[in-house]
């Protein structure tokens, strides 16, 4: 769990280590997943709902997207993310610009996906690619193309455009004893270990309830 060893890491470029969360600390409920384009922040989202059996919510299909790529106006995302936010549990698996700042500082934790820009843009065409050719839906029914991928908005020009100052968000937000507390993680390989331990004190929770025979 957070705060840890195995968990939290040192920040290898400034030298910090992430702070433990300070509300709720073993078991934190409301959970953001930040990180660069193609970084994965979406699969672990999902993973961690799944091992915490905390709710999931996508930014893509919850909050920004309507079928046939129409984007919702910034007055309708953030009207939807404040009703996120304002739950008491949830795991959210990214946060825009235009709406980062209703559901962060209501987030218990904040688990940074803090890649190479190798790697992160290495996942990105694999999965792009993979999709293009399953046709796949990317959310609300939506698919992506060849022809967006090409195009002056695409997710590539996404990812370049917003690297650096995704990064330099997050480590702000590490900074700032104001805003909830961050795990970065360096490696998929470290986050992978981190998640196995949440579903492994989440299945002993589960064993403890059920030897004393209350839920």
């Not at 079928?67 to 698996?93: F, Y």
């Not at 370049?160 to 968000?169: D, G, H, I, M, W």
């Amino acid at each position: 769990m957070p705060g840890e060893t195995g968990g939290a890491h040192r920040d290898k470029d400034s030298g910090r280590t992430p702070r433990a969360p300070e509300t709720n600390p073993e078991k934190p409920v409301r959970v953001l997943f930040y990180g660069v384009t193609g970084s994965g922040k979406s699969s672990a989202a999902h993973a961690y709902a799944a091992a915490s059996g905390l709710p999931e919510f996508s930014a893509d299909d919850d909050i920004g997207w309507l079928p046939g790529w129409q984007q919702r106006t910034v007055e309708q995302q953030r009207e939807i993310a404040a009703a996120v936010a304002a739950r008491d549990r949830w795991v959210l698996d990214s946060a825009y610009g235009v709406w980062a700042d209703i559901v962060v500082p209501r987030a218990e934790l904040v688990v940074a996906l803090d890649y190479p820009r190798w790697l992160s843009l290495f996942r990105l065409v694999r999965r792009s690619l993979r999709r293009i050719i399953t046709r796949q839906p990317v959310c609300n029914g939506n698919v992506e193309t060849l022809g967006r991928l090409v195009a002056r908005d695409s997710i590539f020009y996404w990812h370049f455009n917003s690297f650096a100052r995704k990064k330099r968000v997050f480590r702000e937000w590490q900074s700032n004893p104001d805003m909830p507390p961050v795990m970065a993680f360096r490696w998929p390989g470290e986050l992978d270990e981190w998640l196995a331990q949440v579903a492994a004190a989440a299945a002993a929770t589960v064993r403890a309830a059920d030897d004393s025979g209350h839920p």
